[in-house]
């Protein structure tokens, strides 16, 4: 799966899509190809203000146990609630219905210090 | 990795690489954990068929008049007792009961198979070594060298048997026999760590990737799959069977882990008799349960289990369970007051109490 052209990347393997001052934010097709079959999400609670990569809650597969971090900082607005009954929405669509969570961006300018697709794509490799 | 000891390939290492599989160091061997996903091989076997490369476990053969007197002294089963080509579980214990290694012996003609946990492969290899005795046993080391097969699932017998020469219908569960797999000779034992149906094949080297591949390719449209360690790991627990390391260590006794079945105390000697036979008399020692959790997330090993505000004990294996109803289950080293089926426990989960109840295993029994 090629990185969707409008999207920003952390080192961490999230992808954060920014429409004004709301931003998405999911793990990537290689994060999800990585972990395997997902099992479990645990997301930070609505109204918590959360820190530019911050450890802010994890994902689970079958076997292990991975940190989410947050490519971008600011306050909780919205969670997946939908990855409860159906975690392996991140395993199908990491884009899409897999999303994570809704930031309001605290402070725009953290974008700088995210990768393009294309330098994404140099690191997301075995 | 170190220089030393570089991680050794079993005979069926080029077929997980053209499948695709996901390998990880395991016991000394390079070995899949996963091909097409962890979910998708545990549905394969639990509905079809799956194929486990298990050539990395230790396999030791003792000859001699004495094998079965000697291996009583060292286990807490009978071993003398077994009948031609029957196969039994064994545990070899320390002089504090606790277990060096869980096994599985096999009678064969003139001979005995014995097969070992392949992390316990050296240490089960030196122990039987350091305490020959005068039994005159004769070990010989097979690690390594023979491969070891299983094909296990509801349809994996009706599978294995249009390719060999004896009618698998006559082997019970847990006996074995001779026969040739594809025309190559292979000891085919109904035996298995998944609760389904199936038999394990021991194999020579050089003969396990044909039949492998050949498995595949003749039973790919029945759904057989190749399956790996991470699968494995799913179906033993839900069927309520230890793993060592986990629910039987140099520490946890196999009484503890609710192995009393396999526990003959009526045999004159053996090493951990009098520690064991104390255990149960005192009857007062933590034990294995199995916990259900309430919720999504699952528990994991080392994750703290209370029962109301107490601390008493912590989580040895924890997966979710696509055939236990989707729940996740888990088993616990717990206190006794603790362990009595039905008791409302919590397990903490990054800092937060999560609710679970402790419920007999096996989780899973298949249908029969």
């Known amino acids: 799966m090629a990185q969707p052209a409008d999207l920003l990347f952390s080192k961490e393997h999230e992808w954060v899509k920014i429409d004004g001052d709301v931003a998405t934010v999911g793990i990537t097709d290689y994060a999800q190809n990585s972990l395997g079959d997902i099992v479990y999400v645990e997301l930070p609670k609505v109204g918590k203000k959360i820190d530019q990569f911050g450890n802010i809650g994890v994902v689970e597969s079958v076997k292990a146990v991975s940190d989410l971090f947050t490519p971008i900082g600011g306050e909780v607005i919205e969670v997946n609630a939908g990855l409860d009954a159906d975690p392996a929405a991140v395993n199908r669509e990491p884009y899409g219905a897999g999303w994570l969570f809704k930031v309001k961006v605290a402070d725009p300018s953290q974008k700088s210090n995210l990768l393009s697709p294309s330098d994404y794509e140099a690191i997301a490799v075995d | ?368």
């Open chain 2, 1 to 368: 990795m170190n220089a030393e000891s570089p991680v050794k390939r079993t005979a069926l290492y080029d077929e997980h690489v053209r499948l695709g599989a996901r390998l990880i160091p395991f016991g000394g061997f390079d070995m899949p954990v996963q091909y097409g996903g962890i979910l998708k091989e545990h549905d394969a076997v639990r509905h079809r068929a799956g194929l486990f490369d298990l050539s990395h476990m230790g396999q030791f053969i003792l000859e001699g008049e004495n094998v079965a007197a000697w291996a009583e002294t060292l286990t807490i089963n009978a071993v003398a007792s077994m009948k031609p080509l029957q196969a039994r579980y064994n545990i070899f214990c320390n002089p504090q009961g606790g277990a060096h290694d869980d096994t599985i012996f096999y009678r064969l003609d003139g001979r005995w198979l014995l097969v070992v946990n392949a992390s316990n492969a050296d240490k089960m290899w030196a122990h039987l070594n350091a305490n020959l005795g005068d039994s005159g046993v004769k070990l010989t080391n097979l690690h390594g060298r023979n491969a070891l097969i299983a094909i296990q699932g509801p349809k994996a017998v009706a599978m294995l048997q249009r390719h060999v020469d004896i009618d698998l219908s006559a082997v019970k569960y847990y006996f074995c026999a001779q026969g040739n797999a594809y025309g190559k000779p292979a000891i085919l034992a109904r035996t298995g760590y998944t609760g389904e149906d199936g038999f394990e094949l021991f194999l020579e080297g050089a003969d396990a990737a044909d039949i492998w591949s050949a498995l595949l390719r003749d039973h790919a449209d029945e759904g057989l799959e190749a399956c790996g360690l991470g699968a494995r790991d799913v179906l033993r627990l839900e069927a309520g069977m230890p793993l060592y390391g986990h629910e039987l260590t140099e520490e946890i006794t196999p009484v503890q882990a609710g192995q009393t079945w396999a526990l003959k105390l009526s045999k004159p000697t053996f090493v951990g008799k009098e520690a064991l036979a104390e255990q149960l008399e005192r009857d007062d020692f933590s034990r294995i349960v199995g916990l259900t959790m309430e919720g999504r997330a699952p528990a994991r090993e080392g994750y703290a289990v209370f029962l109301g505000d107490r601390a008493v004990g912590e989580v040895r294996s924890g997966s979710l369970a696509p055939a236990v109803g989707n729940k996740n289950i888990a088993t616990a080293l717990v206190a006794k007051e603790a362990a009595t089926v039905g008791t409302s426990l919590t397990v903490e989960i990054r800092g937060t109490r999560h609710q679970a109840t402790v419920v007999a295993m096996p989780f899973y029994k298949r249908p029969q």
